[in-house]
């Protein structure tokens, strides 16, 4: 029971904060970044697409672009593949995700780069499942 508990616990955690990347940017603690994407894998029925997004999240004195790169494992395609986002713009980005009609059935991943002006990029991967329609 008490296990049961703490699984039940871990899961609203993560439903909470999200799934957040290592942190990127600047070398002092209030000039980096991190990308926060689905925290529970995303299910695709095959032949359809869903939609996902990608938040940026900067620290107090981090102002620079940063140029999101998106890769999916061979089987499904995500668009846009590279999404530019500005100091001054929303930090929210959509990806599509598409699985086509005859994608087999299963897990793949999302994997998403985030490259600023200067300093360190950071990246996170994100879990897909295909399922049937």
Not at 74 to 84: D, H, Q
Not at 118 to 126: E, F, L, N, R, W
């Amino acid at each position: 029971m008490k296990t049961a508990w703490m699984m039940v616990m871990a899961l609203a955690v993560a439903g909470l904060f999200g799934c957040n990347s290592p942190k990127g940017g600047g070398m002092s603690s209030d000039e980096g970044f991190q990308i926060s994407g689905p925290a529970f894998t995303t299910e695709v029925k095959q032949g359809d697409r869903q939609t996902v997004t990608v938040s940026l999240k900067r620290d107090k004195f981090f102002k620079q672009d940063v140029t999101l790169r998106a890769t999916a494992t061979s089987g499904i395609k995500v668009e846009p593949i590279t999404k530019l986002v500005k100091a001054n713009e929303s930090p929210d980005v959509s990806f599509q995700i598409k699985a086509p009609r005859d994608a087999a059935l299963g897990e793949y991943m999302v994997h998403v780069t985030a490259t600023p002006e200067k300093g360190s990029q950071t990246a996170q991967d994100y879990a897909v499942k295909v399922i049937a329609p």
